[in-house]
């Protein structure tokens, strides 16, 4: 059973290596073009900040949310402002959802609603905590600063990105699979990720995990049906990537940023739940 079990792991994770491979040379592609001019309009939004972030963060860029904490950190753009970038922010789930072919259709309504979220929340976070904003820095100083490798080959970066996740994938694949094959579909699926309510709560926890295998994760158990929309989106709403641990090495006020944390987490429950009272799937 073990061996059939690693064996089953090995060829589905396989098979998504072609997808990973050309999507993350696409994003790299983006990256590399896009990442500093999204950057500066986003620094210039003024008050439509939670607007521009909230659209921005549905493009696909890993450095995005990274890119966010420094002009926060500068006070270059509003609190509501890098909350709409972390919530619209897809990490890992838009190239796990484009490997397991789901349909265009609905990969963009859910993008579109992870950046309604933010907008939301964003405006709404900034009508009452309104932070002044100090100097602009220059984008270009955050690059360097943070060695995000905006300069560096598409295809290095492809390539190491299409093997770490393609590694996070074998592992919780295998994980699940073994999951199934030992304990039963009926016991995993009715797990308590599976419960309604607490699903959410624990998803959003997960989702603080400043790591891709947090997205990588939550997005293979929503589409293996083993936990809620609502629950998935709670998680994925709260991931912002490496963006949260960026935040606490370049803003030096401790308190706030638990703060920030703490008011992310609640965002995405509370959005979480309320999906699974009105019963809205995606």
Same mark, same amino acid.
């Given at each position: 059973?073990?061996?059939?079990?690693?064996?089953?792991?090995?060829?589905?994770?396989?098979?998504?290596?072609?997808?990973?491979?050309?999507?993350?040379?696409?994003?790299?592609?983006?990256?590399?073009?896009?990442?500093?001019?999204?950057?500066?309009?986003?620094?210039?939004?003024?008050? =439509?900040?939670?607007? +521009?972030?909230?659209?921005?963060?549905?493009?696909?860029?890993?450095?995005?949310?990274?890119?966010?904490?420094?002009?926060?950190?500068?006070?270059? !753009?509003?609190?509501?402002?890098?909350?709409?970038?972390?919530?619209?922010?897809?990490?890992?789930?838009?190239?796990?959802?484009?490997?397991?072919?789901?349909?265009?259709?609905?990969?963009?309504?859910?993008? $579109?609603?992870?950046?309604?979220?933010?907008? @939301?929340?964003?405006?709404?976070?900034?009508?009452?905590?309104?932070?002044?904003?100090?100097?602009?820095?220059?984008?270009?100083?955050?690059?360097? &600063?943070?060695?995000?490798?905006?300069?560096?080959? !598409?295809?290095?970066?492809?390539?190491?990105? #299409?093997?770490?996740? @393609?590694?996070? !994938?074998?592992?919780?694949?295998?994980?699940? &699979?073994?999951?199934?094959?030992?304990?039963?579909?009926?016991?995993?699926?009715?797990?308590?990720?599976?419960?309604?309510?607490?699903?959410?709560?624990?998803?959003?926890?997960?989702?603080?995990?400043?790591?891709?295998?947090?997205?990588?994760?939550?997005?293979?158990? +929503? =589409?293996?049906? $083993?936990?809620?929309?609502?629950?998935?989106?709670?998680?994925?709403?709260?991931?912002?990537?490496?963006?949260?641990?960026?935040?606490?090495?370049? &803003?030096?006020?401790?308190?706030? &940023?638990?703060?920030?944390?703490?008011?992310? +987490?609640?965002?995405?429950?509370? #959005?979480? $739940?309320?999906?699974?009272?009105?019963?809205?799937?995606?």
């Amino acid at each position: 059973m073990v061996w059939d079990v690693v064996w089953d792991t090995s060829l589905d994770s396989l098979k998504l290596l072609p997808f990973l491979f050309v999507t993350y040379l696409a994003l790299e592609f983006l990256e590399h073009k896009m990442g500093e001019k999204t950057a500066g309009w986003i620094a210039r939004a003024g008050k =439509l900040g939670p607007l +521009y972030g909230g659209l921005c963060g549905m493009i696909p860029q890993c450095g995005f949310s990274a890119a966010a904490s420094n002009l926060y950190a500068g006070r270059v !753009i509003t609190l509501g402002t890098l909350l709409a970038v972390f919530l619209s922010t897809s990490d890992e789930m838009l190239p796990i959802f484009l490997s397991q072919q789901v349909a265009v259709g609905r990969i963009l309504k859910i993008l $579109l609603f992870k950046a309604v979220v933010g907008i @939301f929340w964003g405006f709404l976070l900034d009508g009452v905590w309104m932070r002044k904003r100090k100097e602009p820095l220059k984008i270009a100083e955050f690059c360097e &600063n943070e060695n995000c490798g905006c300069h560096e080959s !598409i295809w290095k970066g492809a390539f190491w990105h #299409t093997v770490q996740v @393609f590694i996070f !994938i074998f592992l919780i694949t295998l994980v699940l &699979n073994g999951l199934l094959a030992f304990l039963g579909e009926d016991v995993f699926a009715h797990g308590i990720l599976a419960k309604p309510g607490i699903g959410v709560f624990l998803a959003g926890l997960v989702g603080l995990i400043p790591n891709c295998g947090a997205s990588v994760a939550l997005t293979q158990l +929503y =589409l293996d049906g $083993l936990i809620t929309f609502g629950a998935a989106m709670a998680g994925l709403l709260v991931g912002a990537g490496v963006g949260l641990l960026v935040l606490f090495r370049v &803003n030096h006020r401790g308190k706030e &940023n638990l703060q920030i944390v703490g008011i992310l +987490y609640t965002m995405g429950v509370v #959005t979480g $739940l309320i999906l699974e009272q009105m019963g809205i799937v995606l």
